[in-house]
T-cell receptor, first 111, second 112 residues
Framework: DTGVSQDPRHKITKRGQNVTFRCDPISEHNRLYWYRQTLGQGPEFLTYFQNEAQLEKSRLLSDRFSAERPKGSFSTLEIQRTEQGDSAMYLC?????????FGEGSRLTVL | SQELEQSPQSLIVQEGKNLTINCTSSKTLYGLYWYKQKYGEGLIFLMM?????EEKSHEKITAKLDEKKQQSSLHITASQPSHAGIYLCGADLSGSARQLTFGSGTQLTVLP
């Protein structure tokens, strides 16, 4: 499969724990994006990487969230001290030009 | 997002019927993307429109961009149960395509 790959697909955690999601973009796609989607809503932009540089970050992203893309390949999104409001689907997308291709998402449930 | 309004919120049609979903922006559209999503899954890219008056088709799905009206429409001809899902429009409101603003989606049900 040569699409965007995300891991894990599902994560259940207790409030206060840290979680990390991984995204492997489509090979040769230099642009990578993270979005968050809650039930009944469209995805909301979180952050954007071009190669290894994080060039855009949503003001909605609290300090508990951090994303990295070392070496410009895969990316990780870490949420520290999770809260119940963090429960959502975290979607990763990649692109070479302007067409964004999304992965299957990582669903987070915070108890 | 209030910057991007989709209508209708939900749609139930009989198999074989045509249908249209609209997406209207309160800001200038530099690009408009259409995606399909099955519940609990990722977004499937359908098409991207950039130029005013542009029209693209994929199988029985056609999308048009009206730049002046800051609006796009998605039309499905002779709907099938396989068309069921959530249709999302996403807009590039900055011109850089670094972040897309999405509508809340249209839930489509196709009755056999």
């Amino acid at each position: 499969d040569t699409g965007v790959s995300q891991d894990p697909r599902h994560k259940i955690t207790k409030r206060g724990q840290n979680v990390t999601f991984r995204c492997d973009p489509i090979s040769e796609h230099n642009r990578l994006y993270w979005y968050r989607q809650t039930l009944g809503q469209g995805p909301e932009f979180l952050t954007y990487f071009q190669n290894e540089a994080q060039l855009e970050k949503s003001r909605l992203l609290s300090d508990r969230f951090s994303a990295e893309r070392p070496k410009g390949s895969f990316s990780t999104l870490e949420i520290q001290r999770t809260e119940q409001g963090d429960s959502a689907m975290y979607l990763c997308a990649s692109s070479l030009l302007k067409e964004l291709f999304f992965g299957e998402g990582s669903r987070l449930t915070v108890l | 997002s209030q910057e991007l309004e989709q209508s209708p919120q939900s749609l139930i049609v009989q198999e074989g019927k045509n249908l249209t979903i609209n997406c209207t922006s309160s800001k200038t559209l530099y690009g408009l993307y259409w995606y399909k999503q099955k519940y609990g899954e990722g977004l499937i890219f359908l098409m991207m429109l950039q130029k005013g008056g542009e029209e693209k088709s994929h199988e029985k799905i056609t999308a048009k961009l009206d730049e002046k009206k800051q609006q796009s429409s998605l039309h499905i001809t002779a709907s099938q149960p396989s068309h069921a899902g959530i249709y999302l429009c996403g807009a590039d409101l900055s011109g850089s395509a670094r972040q897309l603003t999405f509508g809340s989606g249209t839930q489509l049900t196709v009755l056999p």
